[in-house]
C-alpha cells in the first residue's frame, strides 16, 4: 500500500525533473541560437551546415522507413537548410525503445509457442488466409487463435453495456491502457467501479498516453486515485519541456483486459463524446470488439509491453494467465504495432488485405494519408472490377489533414472506387473488410502517424461470424453517407489545390 510520505516525497522529486527539464530545454535552444548566428556571420559555418545537411539527406534515403516518409524528411532538410537539420535531428530520427529494452523485452516475453496446427488447418482451405495470417507470425511473433469468440460492437453506447458488466464482474484484475482518457460522466463511472473493485482486492494497472490525455484529464485526481491500495495509473511518455524524438512516437492503442477471460479493443477511447454524452463534430460514428478465450493472451502480452516501457517495471505475465478456451468458429490473430519493431505490420497487412480482394474491399477511417505505392494498390484494385468503398468524416476534426485526405483520394475516385464522407458526423472507426472472410479492426488510422509512428494494435479476422455484422454496419454507414463525385472532387477551389500540394508534402509527417 501506498503511503503518504511516498506521495509527499514525491514531490521535490517532480520538482527537480522540472526544473531538470528547463535546463535541457535551455541548453538545446542555446545551442542552437549559437549555430544560426554563426551561421550567418561566419560563411564557412554555413557551408559546414549545408555538408552536414546533405550528408544527413543521404543517411535518410538510406535508412529503413517508409520511402514518402523519407522524401518529406530530405525536402525539409535540403530546403530549409540550418532549421531542417535541427527539426530532423530534434524530430526524425531514432526509435522510441532502445536497443538494449529490446532485447529486454523479448528476454522478458520469452519464446512465445506458435500453435502451427492452426495455420496448417487455415493453408489447408484457404492459402489467402495463410499467408496473410503467416506473414504476421513471422514477422513479430504474434499467434493466431481459434478458440476466442468475437463479438463486434457497432457503437460506444454498445461496448459500454458489455463494459461496464465485465468490469462489475472483475475477481482478479483490471488492466486498462487508452490514448485518450478525458474527464466526464463515462470516466467518472468507470472510475467509481475501479475504486469499489480495488478495495476488494481487485488489482487495477492503467496507462494513459500523456499527449492524447493531458488537454482533458486532472492529473491530481489521477494522484489521488493511486494513493488507493491496488491502483497504479501511470502516463505514458510524459510530455515534459525537453525536446525529443520520443514525444514523437505515442502510445494510440485502446485496450482492456479483464481477469485473462475478456479483452476489448477498437477505436473508443474514454472519453464522453464516444458515447454521445458530448456532442462534438456531430454523431460520433465508432467500432470495437470484445473478445473472450485464447486470443486473451495477446493483449495481456501488449499491455505488459507497454507497462514496462512505462514504469521499467516488469510484471510476472504467467501470474495474470488465465486460459479459458471457448469453442468457436473462425480465427483471430491479435497483434500489436509499434516504431519499436519497424515491421510496420498494419502496413503490409493493409496492403495484403488489398491484394487478396477478390469480390470487394471496404475501408473506414478517420483519415486517408499514406503513400502512393499504397493508393495504387487500391487503383489497381479498383481496376480489376472489385467494389471498392471508404468511408471517411462528413464533418472533420482536423481540417487541414482532412484536405489531405480528399487530395489523396482523387486517385481513386478516378479509377473507380467510390469515396463516402459520413453524413451524420465524424467516422472514428477504423475497420477493412473483404469478401466476407476477411477483416481487421483496431486502433490502426490509414495515415503515416499510425503505420509508422504510433503503438498500435488490431486483429486480423478469419471466417468470424462477426464479419458479417461488420459488413452490414459499414453499408448502413454509408447509406448515410455522401458520395464524392470526381467531378465535385476537380472542381476544389484553386487555393485548395495549392494548399492540397504543400500539405501532401508534409503529409507524412502530420
Not at 66 to 87: D, H, R, T
Not at 125 to 139: E, F, G, P, R
Not at 376 to 400: E, F, H
Not at 428 to 447: C, M, P, R
Request: charged letters at 20%; proline letters at 3%; one cysteine or more.
Amino acid at each position: 500500500m501506498r503511503t503518504r510520505e511516498r506521495a509527499i516525497s514525491s514531490v521535490p522529486m517532480m520538482i527537480l525533473r522540472v526544473i531538470y527539464g528547463i535546463v535541457i530545454i535551455a541548453i538545446q535552444i542555446y545551442i542552437y541560437y549559437l549555430l544560426f548566428f554563426m551561421s550567418l556571420k561566419i560563411p564557412h559555418i554555413l557551408t559546414f551546415i549545408n555538408i552536414i545537411g546533405l550528408i544527413l539527406a543521404i543517411f535518410v534515403y538510406r535508412s529503413n522507413r517508409n520511402i514518402s516518409y523519407k522524401l518529406s524528411w530530405i525536402i525539409i532538410i535540403l530546403f530549409f537548410n540550418f532549421a531542417g537539420v535541427m527539426a530532423y535531428i530534434a524530430f526524425g530520427h531514432g526509435d522510441s525503445i532502445p536497443r538494449r529494452k529490446n532485447r529486454e523485452l523479448r528476454k522478458y516475453y520469452g519464446q512465445i509457442v506458435i500453435n502451427n496446427n492452426v495455420l496448417d488447418e487455415i493453408k489447408e482451405v484457404d492459402m489467402n488466409a495463410y499467408k496473410i495470417a503467416n506473414l504476421i507470425v513471422n514477422d513479430i511473433n504474434f499467434p493466431i487463435f481459434k478458440n476466442t469468440q468475437v463479438v463486434f460492437l457497432n457503437d460506444g453506447k454498445e461496448k459500454y453495456k458489455f463494459l461496464i458488466r465485465d468490469l462489475k464482474e472483475a475477481k482478479e484484475y483490471i488492466f486498462l491502457e487508452y490514448f485518450i482518457v478525458a474527464d466526464g460522466v463515462i470516466w467518472e463511472e468507470i472510475k467509481n467501479i475501479l475504486i469499489a473493485k480495488a478495495k476488494e482486492g481487485v488489482i487495477i494497472k492503467m496507462i494513459y498516453d500523456d499527449v492524447g490525455s493531458k488537454p482533458v484529464l486532472n492529473v491530481w485526481k489521477i494522484k489521488q486515485l493511486n494513493q488507493i491500495n491496488n491502483i497504479e495509473i501511470v502516463a505514458y511518455n510524459p510530455l515534459g519541456v525537453n525536446l525529443s524524438i520520443s514525444l514523437n512516437y505515442r502510445d494510440h492503442r485502446k485496450i482492456v483486459i479483464i481477469d485473462g477471460k475478456v479483452a476489448y479493443n477498437g477505436g473508443i477511447n474514454l472519453a464522453d463524446e464516444y458515447f454521445h454524452i458530448k456532442d462534438r463534430f456531430g454523431f460520433w460514428r465508432d467500432n470495437a470488439i470484445r473478445l473472450s478465450g485464447d486470443a486473451v493472451d495477446s493483449y495481456l502480452r501488449l499491455f505488459c509491453q507497454m507497462w514496462y516501457m512505462s514504469t521499467k517495471q516488469m510484471l510476472d505475465i504467467s501470474s495474470f494467465r488465465r486460459y479459458s478456451s471457448i469453442k468457436s468458429n473462425g480465427y483471430v490473430l491479435p497483434f500489436g504495432d509499434g516504431p519499436g519493431s519497424r515491421k510496420y505490420t498494419s502496413y503490409t497487412l493493409f496492403k495484403q488485405l488489398i491484394n487478396q480482394a477478390d469480390k470487394y474491399l471496404y475501408i473506414s477511417t478517420p483519415y486517408f494519408i499514406i503513400d502512393s505505392e499504397f493508393i495504387q494498390q487500391i487503383i489497381t484494385a479498383c481496376k480489376s472490377g472489385i467494389d471498392v468503398k471508404i468511408l471517411i468524416p462528413y464533418i472533420p476534426d482536423k481540417k487541414m489533414i482532412y484536405l489531405v485526405t480528399l487530395a489523396h483520394l482523387g486517385k481513386i475516385i478516378k479509377a473507380g472506387g467510390k469515396v463516402y464522407a459520413y453524413k451524420p458526423g465524424f467516422n472514428h472507426a477504423k475497420t477493412v473488410i473483404s469478401d466476407d472472410k476477411y477483416a481487421f479492426i483496431g486502433t490502426v488510422n490509414v495515415d503515416y502517424r499510425s503505420m509508422f509512428l504510433h503503438f498500435e494494435c488490431g486483429n486480423f479476422l478469419y471466417n468470424n461470424d462477426c464479419i458479417k455484422d461488420m459488413k452490414e454496419d459499414f453499408l448502413k454507414a454509408v447509406n448515410e453517407s455522401e458520395i464524392i463525385s470526381y467531378e465535385r472532387w476537380e472542381k476544389r477551389a484553386i487555393s485548395t489545390k495549392v494548399l492540397d500540394f504543400i500539405l501532401t508534402v508534409l503529409a507524412p509527417l502530420m
